[in-house]
């Protein structure tokens, strides 16, 4: 696993990790149930992606059921030129597609969204970014349960009701409870926290 000292801008989530980093070269996996929860994983993973990628870095995002409109990137510092969209049939593709991808050094990160995965699965992806350090990030949407999986950590977030500022009319910053279920080597938690300006904040 590979670290970097990357600007995350997560706040008191950053003691949760190892060394103080987000692990890289690791997949991390999301679990979401409601459409604004599915909303709301897009929107933390799309921020740590912002970091991940830079000025240069190339993104795949895979899935069989896409929900992410790419413009909607921008909003979280990311071109969505420099992103690569894969939509295929079925899930089992997504699996395969996202295990080659994650072989490819030349990736900064592969997203890919799927209802299930088994263990076997997660243990061949896994096993594929320990040899490229490419950074995995599995979304899943609706899964039947939260089986045992080799990620290296598992995710949960919620949306909340944003929150104003200075009593100003309109939508408040993006509010989330980020719920850090596992992590290897690091310390669970619970954080509610708003994104404001590509920062998060408690």
Not at 19 to 38: C, I, N, R, T, Y
Not at 47 to 74: E, K
Not at 141 to 151: D, F, H
Request: aromatic share 8%; hydrophobic share 40%.
């Amino acid at each position: 696993m590979a670290t970097a000292s990357l600007d995350w801008k997560l706040g008191p989530l950053q003691a949760a990790f190892p060394s103080g980093s987000f692990p890289l070269g690791a997949v991390h996996e999301f679990f979401s149930g409601k459409k604004e929860d599915q909303a709301a994983s897009t929107g933390f993973i799309a921020g740590l992606l912002s970091a991940l990628i830079g000025d240069h870095g190339t993104l795949l995002w895979i899935s069989s059921s896409r929900t992410l409109f790419p413009p909607a990137l921008i909003h979280h510092g990311i071109d969505p030129d420099r992103c690569i969209f894969i939509d295929l049939r079925k899930e089992k593709d997504v699996v395969w597609a996202m295990e080659e991808a994650l072989k490819c050094n030349a990736l900064s990160g592969v997203v890919g969204e799927m209802q299930e995965l088994d263990f076997t699965s997660s243990r061949r992806l896994q096993l594929a970014v320990e040899q490229s350090q490419v950074t995995g990030f599995i979304l899943r949407n609706n899964p039947r349960g939260m089986n045992t999986t080799a990620c290296f950590s598992r995710w949960k977030i919620s949306q909340l009701t944003s929150q104003r500022m200075d009593d100003l009319p309109g939508l408040g910053f993006p509010s989330w409870r980020v719920e850090l279920l596992r992590i290897r080597n690091g310390k669970p938690g619970v954080w509610d926290i708003q994104s404001r300006n590509g920062d998060s904040s408690p």
